[in-house]
C-alpha cells in the first residue's frame, strides 16, 4: 500500500534560522510529488511538483528535491509569514497525502 | 471565477440527518476532486470527477457517500444518515486535466459538524 510519512511533526524556527522538512514515500509507480501549504482554516496552496529522481525545484525561499525515497523541503533563511502546515502528497493511482510539518518561524 | 468556491464554509447537524456540500471548480478545470481532512491530518481522497463521470470513487468510505457532478462543473457531495465520525473539513480541487503532474486547485473547505 502506498505510504507518505512526513517528519517532524512540528518544527519551530528562529527567522533566519535554515531548515529541512522530510518527506519519506513508498509507492508503486510514482507519477509525481507535490508540495503544498496550508495556512490554518484554508486550503492547501500549491507550490511544487517534482517527477523524477534528482530533480529539484525553486520558489522564493523555499527549494524542493527528490529521491527515490525522499523528498525535502529546504526552507533557507525564513520569515514568520513562512508558518504554515506543508503538506506532501505522491500520485500513482491516487493521490495520497502525508500528515504534514506544522512550521512555526518565530521572529 | 478566480478560485475553487465551497459552499457552505461551515455546517452543523445533528446525527441522522443528510447533508449536501457544494464545490464550483475553477472555470474550464475539467477534473474535480473531493478530499475529506481530520483535524492533524493530511487530506484523504474521497472520489474524482473526469467531466461529470466518476472516474475514480475508491475513496469513499461507505455507501451513505455520494457525489455527482451532472453538467460537469458544479459538484455535490451528499452524505447520508450522517455519524460523528463523519465530522472534518471537506475539501474539493480541481485540475485542468487530470492525470499525470496537474497541480490541484483547492477551495476553502467546508466545515461539516455532526452532533
Known amino acids: 500500500e502506498d505510504q507518505v510519512t512526513q517528519s517532524p511533526e512540528a518544527l519551530r524556527l528562529q527567522e533566519g534560522e535554515s531548515s529541512s522538512l522530510n518527506c519519506s514515500y513508498t509507492v508503486s509507480g510514482l507519477r509525481g510529488l507535490f508540495w503544498y501549504r496550508q495556512d490554518p482554516g484554508k486550503g492547501p496552496e500549491f507550490l511544487f511538483t517534482l517527477y523524477s529522481a534528482g530533480e529539484e525545484k525553486e520558489k522564493e525561499r523555499l527549494k524542493a528535491t527528490l529521491t527515490k525515497k525522499e523528498s525535502f523541503l529546504h526552507i533557507t533563511a525564513p520569515k514568520p509569514e513562512d508558518s504554515a502546515t506543508y503538506l506532501c502528497a505522491v500520485q500513482s493511482n491516487d493521490m495520497r497525502f502525508g500528515a504534514g510539518t506544522r512550521l512555526t518561524v518565530k521572529p | 471565477g478566480a478560485g475553487v468556491s465551497q459552499t457552505p464554509s461551515n455546517k452543523v447537524t445533528e446525527k441522522g440527518k443528510y447533508v449536501e456540500l457544494r464545490c464550483d471548480p475553477i472555470?474550464?478545470?475539467?477534473?474535480l476532486y473531493w478530499y475529506r481532512q481530520s483535524l492533524g491530518q493530511g487530506p484523504e481522497f474521497l472520489i474524482y470527477?473526469?467531466?461529470?463521470?466518476?472516474?475514480?470513487d475508491s475513496g469513499l468510505p461507505n455507501d451513505r457517500f455520494f457525489a455527482v457532478r451532472p453538467e460537469g462543473s458544479v459538484s455535490t457531495l451528499k452524505i447520508q444518515r450522517t455519524e460523528r465520525g463523519d465530522s472534518a473539513v471537506y475539501l474539493c480541487a480541481s485540475s485542468q486535466l487530470a492525470g499525470v503532474g496537474n497541480e490541484q486547485f483547492f477551495g476553502p473547505g467546508t466545515r461539516l459538524t455532526v452532533l
Open positions: 470527477f473526469q467531466g461529470t463521470g466518476a472516474a475514480d
Open positions: 472555470s474550464g478545470h475539467t477534473a
